[in-house]
Each structure stands twice: as structure tokens, then as C-alpha cells.
């Protein structure tokens, strides 16, 4: 089981880049676009990674990695920055494809709103937990920015892919925090988490993911734009 936390992310990236070329799509064209922003959400989640796990906030399993490490962090680690972005992304492109209504556009902000106002009230009550206290601010103030400060167009449809990349998000974190398999490839401290789980997974990651997704896709339509894609399948 030495490569299971590799196999899991290379699953992972291994069917949104087959069908990358899927011609209606053609996420291919967008990459110039995409991977800059996955290059700056590295530069904000990797030493945040790198923090919390040289602070026993979580750890890794070494039975379930390959043995190389990047600082502190396992290889598999830091590549799930890169394979969990491209497949939630390509989700998103392909939603953007297909569903041609914006199914959301009427009830996004309201849910943003209250989502971004909850997350906060926990993080106040749970100020001496790491996880929360850290990522439930981080995604709200980046939600509260995108919607007062931006009003980015593309909230509703994000928040559609976000929603049906939970799905796979579920299997993916399930394996990885101890569902089907005998110890869990990443642990957590009990004592700087809330305590709250989907399954094996920590309600927190939930908003980890938030968080980092919506990191990607805004830096992702900034370079859209700026080379000339705005609005491509939207």
C-alpha cells in the first residue's frame, strides 16, 4: 500500500485530462490560463500545509506514501494541490459546457452570505482550534471580497461545481481520512479539529476545499480574461 496515496491522485487527475480534448470543452486551450492559478494558490496552500503539519495540526501515514518529501510535506501532498484543482476545474468547465442555464444565479449570493457570515461565527467560538480558526476566515473573507469588493460574475456556476465535486470529494477525502482501508493515510489532532465528520472526513475540510477551489477558479478567470477568454462557455 506504499502508493496509495499516489494512486489516489493520479486516479484523480487521470479522466478530466483524457477528456480535456473533448472538443466542446477544449479544456486543453484553457491551461495557460489554468495553471498559473493553481501556481498561486501552491504559494498559499503549500506553506500553510507545511505549517499545520510541522505544528501536528495533521500528518501523514508513512505505510500509505512513496517516501519522498518536499520540506515536510510528502510528494502525494503536495501533488494533491494539483490533480484535486485540475479535476474540480475541469468540472466546473464542463458544467459551464453543458448546463446552459445558471441554475443558481438567483439564490447564490444569499447562500454565499450566510455561509460566509456562519463560518465566521464558528471560527470565533473555536478560535483556539487551528483548523477552523484558520480555514473557516480564510473562505469566508475571500467569499465576502469576491461578492462586495468584485462582484464576480461567476460565483453562481462555481458554487454549482463545488456542489457536484463534493461527490467525488467524498470518495477521494473518505479513502484518504480512513473509510475502506485500516488506518487513515492523513490524521488529524483531535485536539485542533472540531470534532465534526462526514463519515471519516472532518467537516473542516469541506471548507479547506472551499477555499482552495475558489482560490484557483478566481485567479483562473483574471487570466481568462486578460488573454482574451471571458465568457468562454459561459
Known amino acids: 500500500m506504499k ?26 486551450r484553457k491551461w495557460k490560463a489554468l495553471f498559473p492559478a493553481i501556481g498561486i494558490m501552491l504559494l498559499i496552500f503549500i506553506p500553510w500545509d507545511m505549517l499545520k503539519t510541522a ?4 500528518g501523514f501515514n508513512p505505510d500509505y506514501l512513496c517516501g519522498i518529501y518536499i520540506g515536510n510535506l510528502p510528494l502525494e501532498e503536495c ?14 468547465e464542463c458544467l459551464n459546457a453543458y448546463v446552459v442555464t445558471d441554475i443558481l ?41 469576491l ?10 456556476r462555481f458554487l454549482l461545481a463545488y456542489m457536484v465535486s463534493l461527490i467525488p470529494f467524498l ?9 475502506l482501508i485500516e488506518e487513515p493515510v ?6 485542533e ?15 479547506y476545499s472551499l477555499g482552495m477551489l475558489l482560490s484557483v477558479v478566481t485567479w483562473y478567470e483574471y487570466f481568462k480574461c486578460k488573454m482574451g477568454m471571458c465568457g468562454v462557455n459561459h
Do not use: Q
Open 193 to 207: 479539529i472540531l470534532n465534526l465528520r462526514i463519515g471519516t472526513i472532518p467537516v473542516e475540510d469541506t471548507m
Open 3 to 28: 502508493f496509495l496515496y499516489l494512486s489516489i491522485d493520479l486516479l484523480s487527475l487521470a479522466g478530466p485530462l483524457l477528456l480535456s480534448f473533448d472538443r466542446r470543452v477544449a479544456f486543453f
Open 55 to 58: 505544528y501536528g495540526v495533521w
Open 79 to 92: 501533488l494533491f494541490f494539483i490533480c484535486i484543482p485540475y479535476a474540480c476545474i475541469f468540472i466546473y
Open 105 to 145: 444565479k438567483k439564490i447564490h449570493r444569499p447562500l454565499l452570505y450566510f455561509l460566509a457570515a456562519f463560518l465566521l461565527l464558528v471560527a470565533a467560538f473555536n478560535y483556539g482550534l487551528w483548523y477552523p480558526a484558520f480555514t473557516f476566515p480564510y473562505t469566508a473573507v475571500l467569499l465576502l471580497t
Open 171 to 179: 470518495l477521494v477525502n473518505g479513502i484518504l481520512t480512513g473509510s
Open 147 to 156: 461578492m462586495l469588493r468584485f462582484k464576480s460574475p461567476y460565483l453562481s
Open 186 to 191: 492523513v490524521w488529524y489532532n483531535p485536539n
